[in-house]
């Protein structure tokens, strides 16, 4: 045994002691054991039923209750307060720290499965351990005749009850508690505010289906493979395997292109049907007597620009396909009646649709296929507004003339042709000369109607073997033009300035700020003095060219997702083609809209987003009418969107 060092108080001197272990008595810890576990046991079947108050009139405050415990014992107490569905009560002759907050509540609690096995099973446990059966026996006895007591009516009304007959207890409780239940969702009217959600929270097939008006979509046939079989379970013998091979279909062969003028005979879709033929001459010679109201300004207000552009909406007979493919090119008529609204798409279809048709087999939907290959600009001609103005990656520029009824050749060079050479965009200089990008030459030719369509009048090398994307011509100087690539260059020329084909030609101005491929690039429509671009780094930008430096920098830029993916075209800002300061762009953002824009203060303010329930899909290209309040999209499945 080890010694302890004790130092005397007051002396040097110190003293060895030998260390005495503490002992406890071995009865005295087992009667400690015993009574708290008694204690807590007690505790356990006291609180298993809480006590509730037995009088029977109303509960007010400082008036005296009987309180009946859970081990049938009533108490005299007094109520010091109350809450909703409990009050606090002071026992007479207790010690106020045993006051204790009782329900209030006359309903018994429902019966939840097996309470009484699952306490009865608990309280045997603990009596086994603590040898203490008799007490404790006692309690539960006088417990279980409490809740036979409580339960005595609910059992004469089972006995009466069809369903409860052959039932076991566990049934007969799950079946009240189903009961119960229903009641309770009866009374909250649970079915009905579920009904009501549902319905608003489910978008409705019928909305969210494409619209089945104009052109009918053609059904793909499904291929059906041969059953694949195991060898393994076909008994082991294993046969010849014989693959699937898909029969190769044939390469379609790529449509020549025909240098020559078309007629409508030739190149509309239904033209071996006289009726639907005779019903589209008779569509373009309303068309080619149409004229446009100069004077009148759809949207002329800016102070109420987006009250008025707000109040647009698109109805389930506002959209209709019009070409069977994805749409490249889009352009409105400025003519207010007929209403109508152009569209090109991958395959080299046109289609014309007359929006306020709706009689017609097709909606109003008109189609006519002038060139092989995706017809990616269109526009109506300055000269005739009625005429219609496509350039396809076939490489050549057509004139769709509504009066003669034919499609002439505006550009087609034969050598350039057989060079593979292929044409993207237009851009109308004065009435009789256009502005034509030649693909990944990096040149865009001028065209002039009077000389011919087979060469150009001049050829101006902007880019070294990249493609001008898009071309815009200046609305006041229209000896500017602008033009963006693949690699983030925007430059503005001057045609005055380019002397030869053979030299790239030196800009007047660089747009700054572009990191990847512009896709779209335009002036405004009736002064010149902004330009907005639209490119992959997801940016639209906004500059100010009222003056042409050598370089220029955004006046102001915004962030904006631009990522239409493989399957979508590209985005392309349009402005107003009367009123400066505004301008309209697609969305990739849910639910679907079309974004309109304000430039008026020199940034880019947005003024709205149109939505509707029918439309469902990216507008990747719109348009905005000269003269009514009518905002046209198109999508990448050939259908198009009208707001007015």
């Known amino acids: 045994m080890g010694k302890r060092k004790v130092i005397l108080v007051g002396t040097k001197q110190t003293k060895h002691d030998i260390k005495k272990p503490i002992t406890k008595s071995k009865n005295a810890e087992k009667m400690k054991t015993k009574k708290s576990v008694v204690k807590a046991l007690g505790m356990q079947l006291l609180s298993s039923t809480k006590s509730r108050i037995v009088s029977t009139t109303a509960l007010v405050l400082g008036m005296e ?16 307060a109350m809450e909703e569905g409990k009050c606090l009560v002071h026992y007479k002759g207790w010690n106020s720290k045993h006051d204790e907050w009782v329900i209030t509540n006359t309903k018994e609690k429902r019966n939840v499965l097996a309470d009484v096995a699952n306490i009865e099973i608990k309280q045997k446990k603990n009596l086994g351990k603590l040898k203490v059966i008799k007490n404790i026996k006692k309690g539960v006895e006088s417990f279980e005749g409490l809740a036979n007591s409580d339960n005595s009516d609910k059992d004469i009304e089972d006995e009466n009850d069809p369903e409860m007959a052959g039932l076991c207890e566990y049934e007969k409780i799950r079946l009240r508690n189903i009961r119960e239940r229903e009641v309770l969702f009866a009374e909250l009217k649970i079915s009905e505010a579920k009904a009501d959600l549902s319905q608003l929270f489910t978008p409705s097939q019928k909305k969210q289906a494409p619209s089945k008006r104009g052109l009918a979509s053609e059904k ?18 294993v046969a010849e395997i014989e693959r699937y091979v898909p029969l190769l279909e044939p390469q379609s062969e790529d449509k020549s292109v025909q240098l020559e003028t078309l007629n409508i005979s030739e190149t509309f879709n239904h033209s071996s049907d006289p009726v639907s033929l005779a019903h589209t001459q008779n ?12 004077s009148t300004i759809s949207f002329s207000n800016p102070t109420i620009l987006k009250s008025s552009v707000s109040s647009l909406s698109v109805q389930e007979d506002q959209v209709a396909k019009v070409v069977p493919g994805r749409i490249f090119s889009l352009s409105v008529h400025p003519a207010s009646s007929p209403l109508v609204v152009a569209v090109g798409d991958k395959a080299g279809y046109v289609g014309l649709w007359d929006i306020l048709d709706t009689s017609s087999q097709n909606h109003g939907v008109h189609l006519y296929q002038p060139h092989t290959r995706p017809v990616n600009c269109l526009s109506w001609d300055l000269a005739n507004t009625n005429n219609l103005v496509s350039t396809s990656y076939d490489g050549t520029t057509r004139l769709f003339d509504t009066d003669k009824q034919e499609h ?8 350039f042709l057989e060079y593979g050479g292929w ?9 009789d000369t256009f502005l034509i990008s030649q693909g990944t030459a990096g040149t865009v030719v001028l065209v002039d109607r009077r000389v011919g369509w087979a060469s150009p009048v001049n050829t101006y090398k902007v880019f070294d073997r990249l493609h001008p994307k898009t071309v815009s011509v200046h609305p006041v ?5 602008l033009t963006a690539n693949n690699k983030g260059g925007c430059y503005i020329f001057d045609t005055r300035y380019a002397t030869t084909s053979t030299k790239l030609v030196t800009p007047v101005t660089e747009l700054l700020g572009h990191t990847k491929s512009i896709t779209s690039c335009q002036f405004s429509s009736v002064t010149g003095n902004q330009v907005v671009t639209m490119a992959s780094d997801d940016k639209i930008r906004l500059f100010n060219t009222s ?7 955004p006046q102001c830029q915004i962030k904006h997702n631009n990522h239409t993916g493989r399957w979508l075209t590209p985005f392309r800002a349009s402005w107003h083609p009367t009123q400066e300061g505004m301008l309209v ?17 020199g940034s880019l303010d947005m003024v709205t987003r149109l939505r509707g329930e029918a439309l469902g899909s990216v507008c990747s290209l719109v348009g905005i009418h000269h003269s009514r309040e009518v905002v046209v999209g198109g999508n990448s499945s050939g259908r198009v969107h009208v707001f007015m």
């Open 65 to 80: 209750v009987r309180v009946m415990w859970g081990d049938n014992i009533t108490y005299t107490g007094k109520v010091l």
């Open 220 to 237: 793909k046939e499904k291929e059906i493979l041969p059953a694949r079989k195991s060898s393994r379970l076909s008994g082991g013998l």
């Open 283 to 294: 569509f373009l010679s309303c068309l080619s007597k149409a004229t446009p109201r100069k």
């Open 408 to 415: 002439s050749l505006l550009y087609g060079e034969k050598e």
């Open 423 to 431: 044409t993207s965009w237009h851009a109308q200089v004065s009435p």
């Open 477 to 481: 100087q229209n000896s500017l033009f």
């Open 547 to 553: 003056t042409t430096p050598s370089t220029l920098s």
């Open 585 to 601: 762009t697609g969305s990739m953002e849910r639910p679907r809209q079309i974004e309109v824009w304000g430039t008026s203060s």
